[in-house]
């Protein structure tokens, strides 16, 4: 039996599925309705909203199947979330990843799976929208884009829980999202070992582009300035917006010498922005580093506070120069 791996950016997915307080709460009918109607439509035994949780898979919806979770080591949808289409098995017997596998040998006796990764918005792969059953099955093409659009179906229920926690601006988080995420990703950083690092980072002279050019050009310019953020910092990075000026990014899995090196990838594709947008003005920026060590973690309050101050002395010290 092959069990799944684990995504890069597992950090980032784990935190995005815990901040939306969706896993162990009772069914749904916004959830229901999509699984009874993908198990009438295929005509199979079972359809599943599968979530991949750090150790299982949980089911937010099953219609057709007892069981609430399983482990996620010998779950289908743990592969299927490692991929961007729909991950088809049609006979799992003939399939030597999964022909061994306990959920192949004994209950529920998969032979077919058809699994469509569900996004947040942030682009991680939260599980499925998944269909069972105990024969082999065809599936083809318009089966693949008929389960695709049941799958938007529960990606926008799961994004209308998100909404509360992303800035509407910039589309990146916001201070509420922010603190959820960074408090799952520091936690588990802890558990693995591995090391963080907060940048936070403040938008030079944004009064005068609101002064000079309106506060409509202030906002092409703050969800510009985010956009290059996003593209320049890794996937398992978590990008927001404090409010206002203000931005922090949270880099798990990297030290404060690494951060650094990121940070300037940020500043030279900030620079190759401000020269193909000639908007009158130049996007820059200060910002403060503070590293997470988890032999001695610091809180995020702490971090925060850390990385503002050494923002701030930055920003008088290229006001002095």
């Not at 597992?10 to 109607?37: I, Q, Y």
């Not at 049609?90 to 040998?105: E, G, I, S």
């Not at 201070?175 to 591995?194: E, I, P, S, V």
Request: charged share 25%.
């Amino acid at each position: 039996m092959e069990q799944p791996g684990i995504p890069h950016n597992e950090g980032v997915r784990l935190a995005t599925l815990k901040s939306l307080d969706v896993l162990d709460t009772p069914p749904e009918e916004r959830f229901d309705r999509v699984t009874r109607m993908a198990r009438r439509m295929f005509r199979v035994q079972t359809a599943l909203v599968s979530l991949v949780d750090e150790n299982r898979q949980w089911f937010k919806s099953r219609a057709g199947l007892d069981a609430c979770e399983t482990p996620r080591n010998i779950s289908f949808c743990g592969h299927a979330i490692l991929g961007d289409d729909v991950f088809l098995i049609r006979n799992a017997l003939a399939d030597q990843r999964f022909a061994d596998n306990p959920l192949v040998t004994g209950p529920p006796n998969i032979r077919f799976y058809a699994g469509a990764p569900l996004r947040a918005a942030n682009g991680a792969k939260l599980g499925t929208l998944c269909l069972l059953d105990s024969e082999p099955r065809e599936f083809d093409r318009e089966d693949e884009v008929a389960l695709r659009d049941l799958a938007s179906m529960v990606e926008d229920e799961l994004s209308a829980v998100q909404t509360a926690t992303t800035d509407e601006l910039t589309r990146i988080s916001n201070r509420r999202g922010f603190l959820q995420l960074a408090d799952y990703g520091l936690n588990f950083c802890m558990r693995h070992h591995q090391p963080a690092t907060l940048a936070f980072i403040d938008l030079d002279r944004f009064k005068p582009i609101n002064d000079t050019y309106g506060h409509a050009e202030g906002d092409i310019a703050l969800a510009a300035f985010a956009e290059v953020m996003c593209s320049s910092f890794r996937s398992t990075d978590l990008c927001a917006r404090l409010g206002g000026d203000e931005f922090v990014v949270l880099l798990t899995g990297a030290n404060r010498h690494e951060a650094e090196v990121v940070i300037h990838k940020f500043r030279d594709l900030l620079h190759d922005y401000n020269a193909r947008a000639n908007r009158g003005y130049a996007l820059e920026f200060s910002y403060g580093l503070e590293e997470f060590q988890p032999t001695a973690p610091l809180s995020l309050e702490a971090l925060l506070v850390a990385g503002d101050t050494q923002m701030y002395a930055a920003k008088q010290a290229k006001r002095r120069h």
